[in-house]
């Protein structure tokens, strides 16, 4: 029910966050051709921002989700303590109310926010980097 309400937005984000990153990583690369210490400084500091909002967008869900599966052995440790037959039905519907559901962070069902998408976003970055530093003119 959360990751339907925030999917597009989520999206929406990491995308501008993603591109930025990269044109101002690019930025960043660009300018120290230049002797221009003074522009460097906000470049980085904005590329330095987008970089730490898409580790935050990335880890939070993973932490949850590590989380969620940590109160699932949690409520199982609860299960073998003595309690009275009502409540040890319901703690047993509740574990397998747990157990048959799979819990992640999706983004419109294009990719999962946890570590390995942080892995590939910084690929991904490092990549478009690469591929727009063939494209720049020499200097005479």
Same mark, same amino acid.
């Given at each position: *029910?959360?990751?339907?309400?925030?999917?597009?937005?989520?999206?929406?984000?990491?995308?501008?966050?993603?591109?930025?990153?990269?044109?101002?990583?690019?930025?960043?690369?660009?300018?120290? +051709?230049?002797?221009?210490?003074? %522009?460097?400084?906000?470049?980085?500091?904005?590329?330095?921002?987008?970089?730490?909002?898409? %580790?935050?967008?990335?880890?939070?869900?993973?932490?949850?989700?590590?989380?969620?599966?940590?109160?699932? *052995?949690?409520?199982?440790?609860?299960?073998? +303590?003595?309690?009275?037959?009502?409540?040890?039905?319901? %703690?047993?519907?509740?574990?397998?109310?747990?157990?048959?559901?799979?819990?992640?962070?999706?983004?419109?069902?294009?990719?999962?926010?946890?570590?390995?998408?942080?892995?590939?976003?910084?690929?991904?970055?490092?990549?478009?980097? %690469?591929?727009?530093?063939?494209?720049?003119?020499?200097?005479?």
């Amino acid at each position: *029910m959360v990751t339907s309400c925030y999917q597009l937005p989520l999206l929406v984000v990491i995308a501008y966050c993603f591109g930025n990153t990269v044109f101002r990583t690019y930025s960043i690369i660009a300018v120290f +051709r230049n002797r221009h210490s003074l %522009i460097r400084i906000p470049a980085i500091i904005w590329c330095i921002g987008y970089g730490c909002r898409l %580790i935050l967008i990335s880890l939070v869900p993973s932490i949850t989700v590590a989380q969620a599966k940590k109160s699932r *052995m949690l409520v199982e440790r609860l299960n073998s +303590r003595h309690l009275d037959d009502a409540s040890k039905e319901e %703690i047993s519907i509740f574990i397998s109310h747990l157990s048959s559901r799979n819990i992640s962070f999706s983004v419109c069902g294009f990719f999962k926010l946890n570590i390995p998408f942080l892995r590939s976003i910084a690929v991904a970055i490092v990549t478009y980097v %690469i591929f727009l530093m063939q494209f720049t003119l020499p200097d005479n």
